[in-house]
C-alpha cells in the first residue's frame, strides 16, 4: 500500500506528469469564472439533490423524489464524465463500483446509517465518482494551489473544530475517534493531503445538509451497537471512509487496470523523494 500511496500522491497532487496537467492551465479570468462555477454548483446543489429526495421533495413530486434525484445525479454524472480525462473517467466507473460496495456494508450490514427507503439509493452510485471528481479537480485548480498551504491550515483548523464542536455539542464520541483517525492518516499523505482536507470538508457539508433534510440518519451509536461509542447525527470525522473508499479505488486502478502507470507514477515520485 505505500507504493500506492506513493503512486497516488503524483496522482491527484502537483506531482502529476505535465502531459495531464490540463487542469492546472487554466489560467486569469477563465481560471476565476471557472472555480466560482465549481464552488456554486456545489454549494447549492447539494442542498438541491438532498431536498428533492427528502420528504420535502415527495411532497412537491407525488412521492417520486429519489427518482427524480437518480435522474438528475445521472445527468450530471454524464456530463461530468465526458469532459474528464480519460485516466480519471476510469477512476470515477471504479468509484461507482467501490462506493456501492462500501455503502452496502456500512448501511446494509453493519447498519452505521440508513436511508430513509432502507435501501441504497441509484444516485449514490454517480454521487460517489462526483465527489472524487470536484475535490481532485478543486486540490489542483492553480489558484487553490498558488495558496494551498495557508488553505491547508485552514481546512485542517476547520477539520479539528467541526470535529470538537460535534463533540461538545452532540457528545458524538464516534465521531471523534474517526476524527482522530483522519488526521492520523493525513500526517502520512504528504502531497495528497490538500486533497483530503477539501474532501473532509465537502463530506462534511454534505452529511449536515443530509441528515437535516431527513434523507439518511446515523444510529445513536457506533454501528447501532448497544454500549457502543455514542454517534452524533452525523458523526463529525467519517470522511475517514473515504480514506478506504480512494486507496480501494486507486489499487484496483494501478494494479488491475494500469499497472504499467503504476510503474511511470512511482518513478516520478522517487525523482522527486
Same mark, same amino acid.
Given at each position: ?10 496522482m491527484t497532487g502537483s506531482g502529476r506528469p505535465p502531459a495531464q496537467a490540463g487542469d492546472a492551465r487554466i489560467g486569469g479570468k477563465s481560471a476565476s469564472r471557472w472555480l466560482a462555477r465549481s464552488l ?7 442542498? *438541491? $439533490? &438532498?431536498? =428533492? ?9 407525488? +412521492?417520486? #423524489?429519489?427518482?427524480?434525484?437518480? @435522474? ?91 470535529? *470538537? $464542536? &460535534?463533540? =461538545? ?9 474517526? +476524527?482522530? #483517525?483522519?488526521?492520523?492518516?493525513? @500526517? ?86
Amino acid at each position: 500500500m505505500m507504493q500506492e500511496s506513493k503512486a497516488f500522491a503524483c496522482m491527484t497532487g502537483s506531482g502529476r506528469p505535465p502531459a495531464q496537467a490540463g487542469d492546472a492551465r487554466i489560467g486569469g479570468k477563465s481560471a476565476s469564472r471557472w472555480l466560482a462555477r465549481s464552488l456554486l454548483r456545489l454549494i447549492l446543489g447539494i442542498p *438541491l $439533490l &438532498l431536498a =428533492i429526495d427528502s420528504p420535502y421533495g415527495d411532497a412537491l413530486l407525488s +412521492g417520486h #423524489g429519489q427518482l427524480v434525484a437518480n @435522474l438528475m445525479v445521472f445527468l450530471v454524472f454524464v456530463d461530468s464524465y465526458r469532459r474528464k480525462t480519460r485516466r480519471v473517467k476510469r477512476i470515477m466507473l471504479i468509484g461507482m463500483f467501490v462506493g456501492l460496495s462500501i455503502e452496502f456494508l456500512a448501511s446494509i450490514v453493519l447498519g452505521a446509517y440508513h436511508y430513509r427507503f432502507g435501501n441504497i439509493p441509484l444516485w449514490i452510485a454517480f454521487g460517489h465518482g462526483l465527489i472524487y471528481a470536484s475535490s481532485s479537480r478543486l486540490s489542483r485548480h492553480r489558484t487553490l494551489r498558488e495558496r494551498m498551504r495557508p488553505l491547508q491550515l485552514l481546512l485542517a483548523g476547520f477539520a479539528a473544530s467541526y470535529c *470538537l $464542536l &460535534l463533540l =461538545i455539542r452532540d457528545n458524538d464520541w464516534f465521531g471523534f475517534v474517526c +476524527g482522530i #483517525g483522519f488526521f492520523l492518516v493525513l @500526517l502520512h499523505a504528504r502531497r495528497p493531503r490538500f486533497f483530503f482536507l477539501i474532501m473532509f470538508a465537502i463530506v462534511a457539508y454534505i452529511e449536515q445538509v443530509g441528515t437535516a433534510l431527513g434523507t439518511w440518519h446515523w444510529e445513536a451509536t457506533a454501528f447501532g451497537l448497544p454500549g457502543g461509542l455514542p454517534s452524533g447525527n452525523p458523526p463529525s470525522g467519517i470522511a475517514v471512509g473515504y480514506f478506504a473508499f480512494e486507496f480501494a479505488v486507486l489499487w484496483i486502478y494501478l494494479n488491475f487496470l494500469y499497472p504499467r502507470t503504476k510503474q511511470r507514477y512511482l518513478a516520478l515520485a522517487r525523482s522527486r523523494a
